[in-house]
């Protein structure tokens, strides 16, 4: 694409009316509707020149025998880099997104929220990742002897995330009690995979000291009750059924739609984009380095924090052809409630 320098003032206000006017209608533009609207007052013909400098640089093309022209990829990326990043959701929308997401106390819930709202908000697709990994900050632990030989073992970290697992073992309830205490105690604010190597530690050189609570704790760390789950990620996508109404072609809409099926590619579509260490939003213009099947999709997407921890990523996915600037600033305001919600919920 050629540098922003190399376009004239002329040519980049018609080229971004082609683009917010195919955005609108969908239709190729012609001279003659960009004349009705220009505010220099240019004649039709003077425009259909500028279309053709256009078209030469390779911003535009011409579908067929019509007379209007339509944005390529490069007319969208260059489009998207000169939208101000000052744009304001509108009241409604605000409102809508507020009570979508209100009351979410973690990260999973919030995020199957965040991928309705974006589809109902975007008219396209809303995808949320969570991520699950070892980084998280221990908030509290519980143990519940259930009956013979099992045990409920409850991780809360600070991040919002719990996880629950039942574990066979034969620990009595006061037993359990102390267990829970001592961890609570020593290892509130600590990620856990530093509260597992120093509680490994401590196993070795307090065992004599502490001899019952140690064995116990012992008991319990072996049976995996303070294990992360492995490093992966809950998916949630919401909106397929709107890319029907904007592809015509059903075979590649069949393709999209097995795409979206499967969780596993929608992660490796968002961990080959976003950058987790990235403030703003991300805009990708053309899928098909990841995947071939979604050449002609954009991806606007940014990743949530709470605090400095990258606790997900939340997406739009949708046809060249979407509102950019409105997606864009419904991605940026979700992302910035994320943490200000999980923060106020802990």
Do not use: C
């Amino acid at each position: 694409m050629p540098p922003p320098g190399t376009i004239g003032h002329r040519e980049r206000e018609i080229l971004t009316a082609i683009v917010e006017t195919f955005i609108a209608t969908g239709e190729p533009v012609g001279s003659r509707v960009l004349s009705r609207s220009n505010r220099e007052g240019l004649s039709p013909a003077t425009i259909r020149n500028v279309m053709a400098d256009l078209s030469d640089a390779g911003f535009l093309e011409q579908p067929h025998t019509s007379s209007g022209r339509v944005p390529t990829t490069e007319a969208y990326r260059y489009y998207v880099e000169q939208i101000s990043g000052e744009a304001h959701l509108s009241p409604g929308d605000e409102s809508i997104i507020r009570d979508s997401l209100a009351g979410a106390t973690d990260v999973a819930e919030f995020m199957e929220r965040t991928s309705r709202v974006l589809s109902l908000i975007s008219r396209n697709v809303g995808v949320a990742v969570a991520v699950r990994g070892q980084k998280n900050e221990l908030e509290h632990v519980y143990f519940s002897r259930l009956g013979d030989q099992k045990v409920l073992a409850v991780v809360v970290t600070r991040s919002g995330l719990v996880r629950d697992r039942v574990l066979r073992l034969d620990i009595s309830q006061a037993d359990l009690d102390a267990a829970a205490r001592y961890i609570n105690e020593n290892f509130r604010g600590w990620t856990m995979t530093e509260m597992r190597a120093e509680l490994e530690r401590r196993l070795e050189a307090e065992r004599s000291e502490y001899d019952r609570l140690m064995q116990s704790l012992e008991q319990l760390y072996k049976q995996g009750a303070l294990a992360s789950d492995p490093a992966g990620q809950t998916v949630f996508v919401e909106g397929a059924s709107n890319l029907v109404a904007n592809e015509q072609d059903r075979e590649r809409l069949q393709e999209m739609l097995k795409t979206l099926e499967e969780k596993g590619k929608i992660v490796q579509l968002l961990q080959a984009y976003l950058d987790t260490k990235q403030e703003a939003v991300r805009v990708v213009i053309g899928l098909d380095e990841a995947l071939p099947s979604m050449s002609n999709f954009v991806l606007i997407g940014a990743p949530a924090r709470v605090g400095s921890e990258v606790m997900g990523s939340l997406a739009v996915i949708g046809p060249t052809r979407i509102d950019y600037q409105h997606t864009m600033t419904a991605v940026s305001y979700i992302a910035r409630l994320f943490d200000k919600i999980l923060n106020e919920s802990e």
